[in-house]
């Protein structure tokens, strides 16, 4: 009788580690949806890069955070140009960085 109470116990305990483990898991959709958004901008800002609608440094404010914008000439290439984008999300407390080399827009 004493090891099945002991062996419920084990399952029940088992049991509620793994419970709580999948609600925090599952608990920040906010957060997901905040990057994903990031992601998003950065993308844009890429686009507008290479079409030329962005052709100095600056930085967007957003309502999770900012983007900071940077574009520098590439090494010894006069029609390759550096783009650094920085996604700051404040609440989440993360940084995305994404460098890419693109064509410069004449």
């Not at 483990?21 to 507008?48: G, H, M, W």
């Not at 900071?68 to 650094?84: A, G, S, T």
């Not at 995305?96 to 004449?106: A, S």
Request: some cysteine; proline content about 2%.
């Amino acid at each position: 009788m004493a090891e099945v109470l002991v062996a419920s116990l084990i399952f029940l305990l088992i049991f509620a580690i793994g419970l709580s483990s999948i609600t925090k898991i599952t608990l920040q959709p906010k957060d997901r949806c905040n990057i994903i958004e990031a992601d998003f901008y950065i993308k844009k800002i890429v686009n507008d890069c290479i079409n030329g609608h962005i052709k100095q440094d600056s930085s967007v404010q957003c309502k999770w955070g900012y983007i900071k914008i940077n574009l520098e000439p590439y090494k010894d290439y006069q029609d390759l140009q550096k783009v650094e984008i920085t996604a700051t999300l404040i609440k989440e407390q993360r940084k995305i960085i994404r460098t890419q080399i693109i064509k410069r827009y004449e």
